[in-house]
T-cell receptor
Framework: DQQVKQNSPSLSVQEGRISILNCDYTNSMFDYFLWYKKYPAEGPTFLISISSIKDKNEDGRFTVFLNKSAKHLSLHIVPSQPGDSAVYFC???????????FGTGTSLTVIP | DAGITQSPRHKVTETGTPVTLRCHQT?????MYWYRQDPGHGLRLIHY???????DKGEVSDGYSVSRSKTEDFLLTLESATSSQTSVYFC????????????????FGPGTRLTVT
């Protein structure tokens, strides 16, 4: 069973608008969450993370929101740029930081 | 960019043959990981290492073994390759804050595309 789920395989957004990527998890032991971006034929690159003691973390155009009661997190990209077009993975781990669980990814296309 | 290389980058092999993939880092980080990426599954952890000769299983470890005799190298071995192991394999290392328990982001290598025929 997938413990981290990204239910939207793809998303298209106009340049300059907000992109919102969603992620749900089932394991209440998860307490650290990460977002990665992946271009074709490359390895994933780390974007932003959030600990369960926070409900928001911001880094430039990227903001991650965590709703623990709903077991839901989202990544907001504002404003979206064509270079943001990639596959985005969310991931989760517990406080041991050893086992990581990834979602299936959302392919974001930013239309110029 | 974190100094992580993977070799080979592409490999085609036959069912039943052993295959070893190599991950090499120049960052001297303690934690290293092997993942596989498949459509519909995202990335799944195969094995990880928390130091020389210290390894543990991940979510999908069956059919795989690993070894870490030096800090910089983490090897993934498919003892007898099967078609279900056709995949893209990624190695990752944790950042320097991992050992202080401050953050858990990982830095990935470029991947190895393995095809088992």
């Amino acid at each position: 069973d997938q413990q981290v789920k990204q239910n939207s395989p793809s998303l298209s957004v106009q340049e300059g608008r907000i992109s919102i990527l969603n992620c749900d998890y089932t394991n209440s032991m998860f307490d650290y969450f990460l977002w990665y971006k992946k271009y074709p034929a490359e390895g994933p690159t780390f974007l932003i993370s959030i600990s369960s003691i926070k409900d928001k973390n911001e880094d430039g155009r990227f903001t991650v929101f965590l709703n623990k009661s709903a077991k839901h997190l989202s990544l907001h990209i504002v404003p979206s740029q064509p270079g943001d077009s990639a596959v985005y993975f969310c991931a989760a781990t517990s406080n041991t930081g050893n086992q990581f669980y990834f979602g299936t990814g959302t392919s974001l296309t930013v239309i110029p | 960019d974190a100094g992580i290389t993977q070799s080979p980058r592409h490999k085609v092999t036959e069912t039943g043959t052993p295959v070893t993939l190599r991950c090499h880092q120049t960052e001297n980080h303690r934690y290293m990981y092997w993942y596989r990426q498949d459509p519909g599954h995202g990335l799944r952890l195969i094995h990880y290492s928390y130091g020389v000769k210290d390894t543990d299983k991940g979510e999908v470890s069956d059919g795989y073994s690993v070894s870490r005799s030096k800090t910089e190298d983490f090897l993934l071995t498919l003892e007898s390759a099967t078609s279900s192991q056709t995949s893209v394999y990624f190695c990752a290392i944790s950042g320097p804050d991992r050992e202080r328990g401050k953050s858990y982001e990982q830095y990935f290598g470029p991947g190895t595309r393995l095809t088992v025929t």
